[in-house]
């Protein structure tokens, strides 16, 4: 990993994000934990028997992108809805609580607030309970979409898509915001969703898992295990369809264990293994990706120092229970390890 970043690139990058102004649009979320104990099973069923000790909230989906890049020291801003309900207010405190730009967040009583509840017992998860809507906005919502959007987006450098497929980002909004970053050279960042069938052509950033890859390119996975990524002609394969569908900038395919691929146009692809020492969980990972990979570029850095520099924090974040993000010390601490 030194050779790949340099503790003074990485303090550059870190210094340059103070002046970069970010926007986040998409499926916001509020992550709920319920931690406990496991110490006998219920004899009503053949289920553990959770001894609840504590309970904690947290920003999730476009939030924890957010969140991400707001603790890397952008200045941040959300775009997305939210039910007029407890759950709801609590996500907005929350993200105002980090300094995170909140005039973006809509309400409304035509969908709840997306809640993923995660019983944890030690350091496992043993069962998420989700409550969400996933039928696209209403067109009237979608228009309020459009007009906050270029309220919120003005000055910013850099746009991120967070979609997790639950109908905030239409192809509508899609159009209308790579629209409106096109003509001003706003840097547009999307982590898509296959299950959410949108035109993602012509966009700076796509940063798709491997899985999520295959599926946005109509093919099946079939490598075995442990092949290096750059002699696996199957991804490599995945990858010239969606260069060829897409024309994105850059293609950023996170691999787990595996570390990514950085694919550029008219350039062979690089392969950046991971930073991880430890993985606990991998649950917000890709929004800590492609919030550092964004942050990274709009503060100046190349596309192989930005991939490095997201590597490195979601290194971070995979040693940590839950959805997380990476402070800048904790970035230093890693690359000193």
């Known amino acids: 990993m030194r050779r790949l970043i340099a503790p003074a690139t990485l303090e550059r990058i ?4 103070r002046r970069v ?6 499926d916001l979320m509020l992550d709920r934990y319920l931690w406990g104990n496991v110490r006998r099973i219920s004899p009503e069923a053949p289920v553990p028997v959770v001894e609840l000790e504590r309970e904690t909230e947290t920003p999730g989906g476009a939030a924890n992108t957010a969140r991400n890049l707001r603790v890397l020291g952008a200045e941040t801003r959300v775009l ?6 407890p759950e709801g207010k609590r996500l907005r405190k929350l993200l105002c609580g980090e300094g995170i730009g909140c005039s973006g967040l809509i309400e409304t009583a035509e969908r709840p607030t997306s809640v993923k509840t995660r019983i944890v017992a ?25 007009r906050q959007f270029e309220e919120e987006a003005e000055g910013a450098d850099a746009v991120i898509l967070a979609d997790y497929g639950k109908g905030v980002l239409s192809q509508e909004l899609l159009d209308h915001i790579r629209n409106w970053c096109r003509p001003r050279a706003v840097w547009l960042s999307l982590d898509p969703k296959p299950v959410h ?13 491997r899985r999520e890859a295959f599926e946005l390119a109509g093919r099946r996975d079939g490598c ?5 990524p750059l002699e696996d002609a199957e991804l490599l394969e995945t990858v010239r369809t969606l260069q060829e569908q897409f024309l994105p900038a850059i293609l950023l395919v996170t691999l787990g264990e595996q570390g990514m691929l950085l694919c550029r146009r008219g350039e062979p692809p690089r392969h950046i293994p991971t930073a991880a020492r430890e993985v606990y969980d991998v649950s917000g990972a890709g929004d ?11 503060a100046g850095a190349s596309p192989l120092e930005a991939a490095a520099f997201s590597n490195l924090a979601a290194g971070v974040v995979v040693g940590k229970i839950g959805a997380a993000a990476a402070a800048p010390e904790e970035l230093r601490q890693a690359l000193s390890a």
Do not use: Y
């Open 14 to 17: 870190l210094s340059e994000a």
């Open 21 to 26: 102004r970010a926007l986040v649009a998409g």
């Open 80 to 85: 997305g809805l939210t039910g007029k309900d």
């Open 122 to 146: 030690g350091n496992q998860q043993v069962l998420r309970l989700d409550k969400e809507a996933t039928e696209p906005p209403s067109p009237r919502l979608i228009r309020r979409l459009r």
């Open 197 to 209: 069938d949108l035109d993602l052509s012509g966009l700076s950033l796509i940063t798709p898992n």
């Open 224 to 228: 075995k295990k442990g092949v290096p």
């Open 288 to 298: 800590t990706v492609i919030a550092a990979f964004t942050l990274a570029i709009a």
